[in-house]
């Protein structure tokens, strides 16, 4: 019975940690996807008057700031931990969030929207990698997913937050900054809960904390076994980490150059599905097919419906496969939806009422095989295919790539739509997803990540 006890603690204990780090992923979606509804808003002439490219600007500027946190996440979570970086993005989030919601001018907006994005990125590399070193092996798929899950629940909580006051108070123009402002609730929640966080145990180790790992090792329920293995590797890894991260070693091992190729070809894969050009200018797109600005709010919440219990039935089923089988099928489902639209939109086969219908649930089973596989395979892999002591560097890395890429997208993206129309630019997407899914069946093969791996000393 005592020990019964001791193991619903611990479960209890683990629970608790990884839905605080989460909490990371849910900012991540809110603060990515609020634009979607608040961009219209923030466009007209009495509020910052903004023009397609402008439109474009002021939403890639949150990715440009991504790349940079994503990039320095690494290095910051080394140095003063896992747990320190998570409650100064949670800072970072807070403070930029309020900006935004303040901004008197679009510099001012693009420059709030900017350190905003330092803490997205920063967070979207620490969140799954936290959640994969505080959990014990059994428990590590499912709490890298609450990530991806609490990303997609984000991103719909934007949607609904944004459908509400757009229909309640939608002659108000200024209510976008209520849009905005709205994330610092749960980013004020996140610096609260995040000082009852363990540190990682796996960082610990690194830092030759090792009484302070073993005992949070024990308190988030890892086998004896795993403690001992962890403890046992901690002098052979302090003693390589430094050298495999210099960039001479990077060329001369081969192993090492196969593994951050591949998290750089999951990174590029993940963004140039069109999954942001959707999330980020959804209202628009609908706008132009011919929808009302509230039918579009509301058509949102739909989609991010639908995403959301993709990604709780997604997330699931893909532990039980493998990963990169799972990713090509995903991305020839994108390729099929898109390629949907696009016939839909270029035919006109149907009334206006038909076309407005079929293109909200094609767009929407796009969202729901992309939140539902693509994405949160591609967190899943990024967090297993790297060996413990490149984890950080390496991830940061990839992780700079997938916002580089989504930078692109989302700048491009306005562009394209105002420039070759709405259908054209599901063709692209299309043809995008085709090419994806054919790298990652030939260069993603899980023999060769796993050979490299345990190759790597």
Request: glycine share 8%; net charge positive.
């Amino acid at each position: 019975m005592l020990q019964y006890r001791q193991k619903e603690t611990e479960d209890s204990f683990l629970k608790h940690t990884s839905s605080v780090i989460a909490l990371g992923g849910f900012l991540f979606g809110y603060d990515t996807g609020v634009i979607n509804g608040a961009l219209s808003f923030l466009s007209q002439p009495d509020q910052l008057n903004l023009n397609s490219t402008q439109q474009g600007v002021v939403s890639s500027s949150l990715i440009i700031g991504c790349c940079f946190g994503a990039l320095l996440s690494g290095r910051l979570a080394d140095r003063i931990g896992r747990k320190a970086t998570l409650q100064l993005v949670a800072l970072i989030f807070t403070i930029a969030t309020l900006g935004c919601s303040f901004a008197l001018s679009i510099n001012m907006l693009i420059a709030f929207r900017t350190i905003l994005g330092l803490s997205i990125g920063c967070t979207s590399n620490l969140a799954p990698m936290y959640l994969a070193e505080i959990s014990p092996s059994q428990w590590r798929s499912q709490n890298v997913n609450k990530n991806a899950v609490a990303i997609v629940v984000g991103q719909l909580a934007a949607f609904i937050v944004n459908a509400f006051l757009g229909n309640t108070w939608g002659n108000w123009s200024s209510i976008w900054r209520v849009m905005m402002g709205v994330a610092a609730l749960p980013a004020i929640l996140l610096v609260l809960l995040s000082f009852d966080l363990p540190q990682s145990p796996r960082w610990q180790v690194l830092n030759n904390s090792l009484t302070q790992a073993k005992e949070n090792f024990e308190k988030l329920g890892f086998s004896q076994t795993d403690v001992h293995n962890s403890l046992q590797q901690a002098g052979k890894t302090t003693k390589t980490v430094k050298n495999k991260l210099r960039i001479k070693a990077l060329i001369g091992n081969k192993h090492l150059r196969y593994l951050l190729t591949a998290g750089v070809i999951i990174g590029i894969i993940q963004q140039l599905s069109g999954v942001n050009a959707v999330m980020y200018y959804g209202t628009i797109l609908l706008e132009k097919v011919g929808m009302s600005r509230g039918l579009s709010l509301y058509s949102n919440i739909l989609i991010g419906t639908i995403s959301t219990v993709a990604a709780l039935v997604g997330t699931r089923v893909i532990v039980k496969h493998k990963h990169g089988q799972m990713l090509g099928l995903g991305l020839l489902g994108n390729a099929i939806f898109l390629g949907l639209l696009a016939v839909v939109l270029h035919t006109s086969l149907f009334s206006q009422a038909s076309t407005n219908v079929t293109v909200l649930l094609l767009l929407a089973f796009f969202l729901a095989v992309q939140q539902g596989i693509v994405s949160p395979v591609t967190w899943l892999m990024l967090s297993e295919i790297f060996p413990q002591q490149i984890k950080a560097r390496f991830m940061a890395i990839s992780t700079t790539v997938i916002w580089l890429t989504n930078f692109v997208v989302s700048l491009i993206s306005p562009i394209l739509i105002g420039d070759f129309g709405t259908a054209n630019v599901f063709l692209i997407f299309t043809c995008s997803n085709i090419l994806c899914a054919i790298v990652t069946l030939l260069l993603l093969k899980p023999q060769k990540i796993t050979h490299a791996f345990n190759h790597v000393k």
